[in-house]
């Protein structure tokens, strides 16, 4: 088994070096800086636009952000929420975390860089993902980069030879998706929880290991009970994790921000060399990294876009499948839902993460090179305790709890969309079967190889999603012109909201009856 392992690890390692070397980097980059030009920094130049659209509408009355309009649907928000519960997990505590250890302060940087054009590649990918869905036998919404591969990329262009290269993409993506879901979605949330809560509430009680294991009990049993709520869970499909999610993210992640917003003020006088550091050392990296200053750079922005990847997930493909589950019909609203998830992800939640982290003296700030001992899986936690005492560290532990539990719900149904597309709805319930009890597995391997193959699939993912985006992006310039040309400047010309034309004249009488028009 151990050689199995070693051989796992070896592999993983060639594919992963691959996949995060030079060519997927300038890849994810630069789709995300070319959407960006592309739009006119829509971000930038519409963000009064899209926080009032997306954020702010939550709070007027009549809006249709927060309203279910039928039972096979779920709201704007909840989509958000849904969505945000699938990405706000173990990346923005203990990824960002590691992301430092490892690469250093600079790391936090290239997070940031990597997450403000990654706003415009999930707000294309939203928005492509609305236009292409479909509904599936159950008259349930179907979306995401499989349909925008096959019926855009496979057939817009009109070229034959498009089709089948298409839904062998489609299909890779469909692959990728279901074995990332097990991984990053799954096993290496939970390892994560079970070792926070194992740091924070058991770390003076041991009952042991099983018989001619290494398996801990107490891993186990926290693993059976994860089990068992999980199954609850999803079980009810899609609406019944979306009002899990709609409860639980926004209250926990308000929670943790305001604890880490604490932790900064008692900090406050580490403000200055705080984020020198970041900016210092992203482009000078630590020397504790090793290697010359083509490899420290290299490293830390890997590190960077990696973590912040795996946070927000822009790139990959994946929230798409939750948001194209909305009621919305304009799909450049439900594209800015996008930009506010990777904004609120990465600029608020991670970086709320990196004050803890560098703000508390675990780091030293002169030569961003982490105290001895430091283990990033458990560094934010840590830190809690040295200014709330044990229940700082049980904060943190409930935080990561709550956290990577909706992280695994929201995942769970993006396997189950990845299962449907390859198998029908009768695949959905065997996946979910394996995928329940693959939380188990989750809790008792060591996590170190289970975040290695998280990485790799999160790459394999972003290959064909941005495949498909980038073939489309004369179709994003063209839905975001007509999006920018009625609602923000007036004019009074047709919408484009689908690519069926049933679907596109029920959308539009849609949107006659909510705007009068």
Not at 41 to 60: L, N, R, V, Y
Not at 169 to 192: H, R
Request: hydrophobic share 50%; proline share 3%; net charge positive.
């Amino acid at each position: 088994m151990e050689n199995f392992i070693k051989g796992v690890a070896s592999v993983n390692d060639a594919v992963n070096a691959a996949v995060w070397g030079l060519p997927g980097l300038i890849l994810l980059i630069g789709t995300g800086i070319l959407l960006t030009c592309g739009t006119k920094f829509f971000q930038i130049g519409h963000i009064g636009h899209w926080w009032k659209e997306t954020i702010a509408s939550i709070f007027h009355k009549d809006s249709s952000t927060t309203k279910l309009t039928d039972k096979k649907s779920i709201s704007q928000f909840q989509a958000l929420c849904a969505a945000l519960a699938a990405t706000i997990g173990t990346g923005n505590i203990a990824g960002v975390a590691a992301a430092i250890v490892t690469g250093g302060p600079g790391a936090v940087f290239w997070m940031w860089v990597a997450a403000f054009f990654g706003m415009m590649t999930n707000f294309s990918e939203n928005l492509l993902g609305i236009y292409f869905r479909r509904k599936n036998t159950a008259g349930e919404w179907s979306g995401g980069p499989m349909y925008y591969l096959t019926d855009g990329l496979g057939k817009i262009y009109g070229q034959k030879w498009l089709k089948p290269v298409a839904k062998i993409l489609a299909v890779l993506f469909a692959c990728f998706t279901i074995l990332a879901s097990f991984g990053i979605g799954n096993m290496a949330q939970i390892n994560k929880i079970v070792l926070n809560m194992d740091a924070a509430f058991f770390a003076n009680t041991s009952l042991g290991t099983i018989p001619g294991t290494e398996i801990s009990i107490i891993h186990l049993i926290l693993g059976l009970a994860l089990l068992v709520l999980a199954a609850l869970i999803i079980i009810g499909g899609l609406r019944r994790i979306a009002k899990f999610a709609e409860i639980v993210v926004p209250f926990m992640a308000v929670v943790y921000c305001i604890g880490s917003i604490v932790i900064f003020v008692l900090n406050i006088g580490k403000v200055g060399p705080m984020f020198a550091s970041i900016f210092r050392f992203a482009f000078q990296p630590a020397a504790f990294i090793g290697g010359g200053i083509s490899m420290l750079i290299k490293k830390t922005m890997t590190q960077g876009f990696k973590r912040g990847v795996f946070s927000n997930e822009a790139g990959l493909g994946s929230s798409v499948m939750v948001h194209s589950s909305s009621n919305v019909k304009e799909p450049v609203k439900q594209g800015m839902w996008g930009i506010f998830e990777v904004f609120f992800d990465t600029f608020v939640v991670c970086t709320m993460t990196a004050v803890v982290v560098l703000s508390t003296g675990y780091i030293d700030l002169a030569t961003g090179a982490p105290a001895a001992g430091i283990n990033g899986d458990t560094l934010v936690s840590q830190a809690f305790g040295r200014y709330f005492g044990a229940p700082g560290t049980w904060f943190v532990a409930v935080a990561m709890l709550f956290f990577a539990f909706t992280t695994v719900l929201g995942w769970s149904q993006y396997g189950s969309k990845a299962v449907e597309y390859l198998f029908g709805a009768t695949g959905v319930k065997v996946y979910k079967f394996i995928f329940v009890l693959m939380i188990v597995s989750g809790a008792v391997l060591e996590g170190g190889l289970t975040w290695d193959l998280s990485d790799t699939f999160n790459g394999l993912m972003m290959i064909p999603n941005l495949i498909g985006v980038l073939a489309l992006f004369p179709l994003v310039m063209k839905i975001v012109k007509n999006y920018i040309d009625r609602r923000i400047r007036g004019k009074d010309i047709a919408p484009l909201l689908s690519f069926d034309a049933q679907l596109q004249a029920e959308a539009e009488r849609a949107l006659k009856e909510e705007y009068g028009a």
